[in-house]
């Protein structure tokens, strides 16, 4: 009987995702990448948002994470030049301390509740950017260090709990009025640390598996595709704003999430 039990288990950490759901997993993983790719940020988030739908958070925000890293390397040397610096470094000791409290929540808290506060947090985040004001003035603004470590600090911990760091620390770098390169640069760069440590912490807490890493073996090609897609759109036209790109994306997903949570359970 045991080993009965122990087969089956070997069985399903052997099958990445049932076969209905590893076409509509891959197609999502590919288009993440492509908004990466073009903003900067937005893979983990639309990712997780997108794998809840058929797994639990404990397993789709590790798997998201997991792939945003993975599939970012390539980013990586370009970024390094382009980044702004002194506030990446703020930015990242804010996120180090609230990414301990992420893990510890994501571990605690259960599924249902879980999946509805990560898709009002990523809704709330996305609209934050559709209503916030453009700004004529195209000096970059000076670096305010306690603003600059609460902004990492609450993307560290919404990217731990729910890979949706991204509206937090997209409305602070807005703010700041940096040119998109910059901008894109620096999202990538804390993004690419804070996904590390989120998976760290997760790694300890247990919610990092094998099947973990076969599920993300077979969609890093279509999310490192998607990435190349969107690097490709972004060298031959950069966004004027990041406000009309990811936003929309990111309520239709979070809406997406809540009205199956409503209708389903």
């Not at 797994?55 to 702004?84: G, Y």
């Not at 897609?229 to 994306?249: D, H, I, N, Y």
């Amino acid at each position: 009987m045991a080993s009965h039990e122990r087969d089956e288990r070997d069985v399903m950490v052997s099958v990445p995702l049932p076969i209905p759901v590893l076409g509509p997993a891959m197609a999502l993983a590919c288009f993440a990448g492509a908004v990466r790719g073009y903003c900067g940020f937005g893979f983990a988030m639309l990712l997780a948002l997108g794998l809840m739908l058929f797994l639990p958070p404990l397993e789709a925000v590790p798997l998201a994470l997991l792939l945003d890293l993975v599939a970012s390397v390539a980013l990586w040397r370009r970024a390094c030049r382009l980044a702004d610096w002194t506030r990446l470094r703020l930015l990242l000791a804010g996120m180090v301390g609230a990414t301990l409290i992420g893990v510890w929540l994501i571990a605690s808290v259960p599924p249902a509740p879980m999946r509805i506060a990560i898709a009002l947090l990523a809704l709330a985040g996305a609209l934050s950017l559709l209503l916030r004001r453009e700004s004529t003035v195209s000096e970059a603004r000076g670096v305010r260090a306690p603003v600059t470590l609460f902004a990492g600090a609450a993307s560290g911990l919404c990217q731990t709990l729910a890979s949706s760091g991204g509206p937090p620390l997209m409305l602070y770098l807005l703010q700041q009025r940096l040119p998109p390169n910059t901008l894109r640069a620096t999202a990538i760069l804390f993004f690419a640390v804070s996904s590390s440590a989120a998976l760290i912490g997760l790694a300890f807490a247990g919610a990092l598996h094998a099947q973990t890493l076969s599920r993300g073996a077979w969609l890093l090609v279509p999310a490192l595709i998607g990435n190349a897609l969107g690097q490709w759109a972004f060298e031959r036209s950069p966004p004027r704003s990041m406000k009309w790109t990811v936003a929309p994306l990111l309520v239709a997903l979070s809406l997406w999430v809540l009205a199956r949570e409503a209708f389903y359970g």
